[in-house]
């Protein structure tokens, strides 16, 4: 699409609400109400510009609701979305989520344009190691492989043996058949794998900002205020895992929701995460004690649909890099999502 005045532009129309009616409804208790007006001449500029492009939008879990259930074509946590961009058939992938994320869906597809609305989207974990710092780790522990978690950048995934998520971390560790593997970078995720295996594990000292800051004595008092159930994502540190009913993936947590169907739960995880599961699970009440993602909260229904409109911006990768990166990333492809709920 090239003539560019035929570009949808966000613009109010009283048929919006007609039209929108049913996410409106679904928005309502998830966003303030007077915002709903504001986001629908976005959303229905992005779904329409992107059906132009031939588009296809991939949201995290983390995503704002006006995101996740306004404009996203493909939902899921980063294992979910990778596989998504393996399989997926268009040509033009729109990444609603962070810079480690966008590089995952270009290495996985790489004759495809993945654009990324915001490069400053980034991550705490994927900025505390560099490809250096893990040939450095290979030096000092020779011939032990590495297993890097996927908030990492693609040169350390081309540094590394294989990929993990927190949906299969403990199984591709013990998939690399070796009584010792250097982890890295996330340290509370390292601490719990190694709870789980026989495998020694090697840590690296990086920690998500968000998940980090949950303290023990926040979700006694949580618990102890409410009377209700906690789930825990294992970013976050082993005193705050001890205290929860329930530790496991964004994707994992939903199914527990499923099984349990808990009166009350607390999400101790990213705030957009508990938004985006009360629409499922409308007979929980959830409690918040939960922490915003500065990078995700770069992307915006504004920079999607310029990402959209000017094609920007498009994730570049070099050959080699990428070649590299996706061997380690299809060996975590390989062992899939094998978390027990």
């Known amino acids: 699409m090239h003539d560019l005045a035929a570009v949808p532009v966000p613009v109010w129309r009283d048929e919006l609400e007609h039209e929108y009616a049913a996410l409106a409804e679904r928005l309502e208790p998830l966003v303030p109400c007077l915002e709903i007006p504001l986001h629908l001449p976005w959303i229905d500029a992005i779904n329409k510009l992107k059906k132009q492009r031939g588009a296809v939008i991939m949201a995290h879990s983390y995503q704002s609701p006006e995101i996740f259930h306004g404009v996203a074509d493909i939902t899921g946590d980063s294992l979910g979305l990778a596989q998504a961009a393996a399989e997926c058939d268009a040509e033009l992938i729109v990444l609603c989520g962070v810079?480690?994320?966008?590089?995952?869906a270009k290495i996985l597809a790489p004759h495809k344009t993945v654009l990324l609305p915001d490069l400053e989207a980034g991550c705490s974990l994927a900025s505390s190691i560099t490809a250096a710092d893990v040939r450095a780790l290979r030096a000092?522990?020779?011939?032990?492989?590495?297993?890097s978690y996927a908030n990492t950048s693609a040169a350390v995934k081309a540094e590394s043996d294989a990929i993990c998520t927190s949906a299969n971390a403990v199984q591709v560790v013990e998939a690399m058949g070796a009584p010792k593997v250097i982890f890295l970078p996330?340290?509370?995720?390292?601490?719990h794998i190694a709870k789980q295996t026989q495998v020694e594990i090697v840590l690296w000292h990086g920690r998500c900002e968000v998940h980090e800051r949950f303290t023990a004595q926040e979700v006694r008092h949580v618990r102890e205020q409410f009377g209700t159930k906690v789930v825990a994502h294992p970013e976050c540190s082993p005193e705050v895992l001890a205290e929860a009913d329930f530790v496991g993936s964004t994707t994992a947590m939903g199914k527990w929701l499923a099984r349990e169907k808990p009166a009350r739960v607390a999400m101790v995880t990213e705030c957009s995460m508990a938004d985006n599961l009360k629409s499922q699970f409308p007979q929980t009440e959830f409690i918040k004690p939960c922490n915003l993602c500065p990078h995700m909260q770069r992307i915006t229904l504004q920079n999607i649909y310029a990402s959209l409109r000017d094609l920007r911006h498009a994730i570049e990768i070099p050959a080699d890099v990428g070649a590299r990166a996706r061997a380690a990333l299809e060996r975590m492809l390989a062992v899939g999502r094998r978390e027990r709920v």
């Open 99 to 104: 810079h480690f994320m966008a590089e995952t």
């Open 140 to 147: 000092q522990h020779p011939g032990v492989p590495v297993v």
């Open 186 to 191: 996330d340290e509370f995720l390292g601490r």
